[in-house]
Nanobody, 125 residues
Framework: VQLQASGGGLVQAGGSLRLSCAAS????????MGWFRQAPGKEREFVAA????????YYIDSVKGRFTISRDNAKNTVYLQMNSLKPEDTAVYYC???????????????????WGKGTQVTVSS
């Protein structure tokens, strides 16, 4: 699976952005998908995941209620809608895929099978 994230940019605090991740290659619809982020000087952080069907999702506490992960298997695309953005959300955001869906912080500890290039999100105060 080849993955390419897009949709990042500069936004003021309180604003919104929608990230997209286009997939090509193997069967996208069979993979769980996730979003990670990495801020300067910090470790990569798992943000959210969605099952292959879209029926199950998981978010880290700091983005619950503000971010929504979704997918369109017909378009081989996964999205991350980010609302009420805060300066601490500033990071490079990466999409990634895994052969199995796990709830909780499994992907923070074990990573994913496929990774895309990131897209920069900058939130100004």
């Amino acid at each position: 699976v080849q993955l390419q994230a897009s949709g990042g940019g500069l936004v003021q605090a309180g604003g919104s952005l929608r990230l997209s991740c286009a997939a090509s290659g193997r069967t996208f619809s069979s993979y769980a998908m996730g979003w990670f982020r990495q801020a300067p000087g910090k470790e990569r952080e798992f943000v959210a995941a969605i099952s292959w069907s879209g029926g199950s999702t998981y978010y880290i506490d700091s983005v619950k209620g503000r971010f929504t992960i979704s997918r369109d298997n017909a378009k081989n695309t996964v999205y991350l809608q980010m609302n009420s953005l805060k300066p601490e959300d500033t990071a490079v955001y990466y999409c990634a895929g895994h052969s199995r869906y796990y709830s909780g912080n499994y992907y923070q500890d074990y990573g994913m099978d496929y990774w895309g290039k990131g897209t920069q999100v900058t939130v100004s105060s």
